[in-house]
């Protein structure tokens, strides 16, 4: 390989090889019901959520995604639930998630229908936990426990 490409190869390395960043929402409806989507690559229930846009910030992003995914809108951002950032917490990448509680209002539409399959709201009780998409299961039990976590 000429010398010229080994500088490049490094520069794409340290580019590339870095977790990508996204939000998590935790929306509240205004009857305190949880709202979930269920994704169209597992199957499985989750947080609406998704990456942070190129010149984004968190909460924007935040307000973004979950309109796309729920039709849904930010009233009022909440508490700060957690940052979450093990390597294996996604399966499609290494990724860094902020979620957020959030208390939201509208009427559900999926925007997005190549990603989410389904959207409902759930009592606490009726969530359908042990078997949420990524660490969404810890992401709500954090919530739930009142905690602000670094994980």
């Known amino acids: ?24 929402v935790i929306p509240i409806l205004p009857d305190g019901r949880i709202v979930l989507i269920q994704r169209r690559d597992s199957g499985r229930w989750g947080l609406p959520g998704g990456l942070v846009d190129w010149g984004e910030d968190i909460a ?19 508490r700060l639930v957690g940052v979450y950032s093990h390597p294996e917490r996604d399966p499609r990448f290494d990724s860094i998630c902020v979620a957020l509680e959030a208390y939201v209002d509208g009427e559900f539409y999926i ?25 969404h299961d810890q992401q709500l039990q954090d919530y739930f426990n009142g905690a602000i976590v670094l994980a």
């Open 1 to 24: 390989m000429p010398q010229f490409w080994r500088p490049v190869r490094t520069l794409l390395g340290l580019l590339l090889r870095r977790p990508l960043v996204g939000t998590c």
């Open 60 to 78: 924007t992003s935040a307000q973004r995604e979950l309109l796309e995914e729920t039709g849904l809108a930010i009233l009022k951002i909440g």
């Open 111 to 135: 925007r997005d229908k190549a990603e989410v399959m389904r959207i409902a709201a759930f009592t606490v009780d009726d969530i359908p936990r042990g078997n949420l998409a990524h660490d």
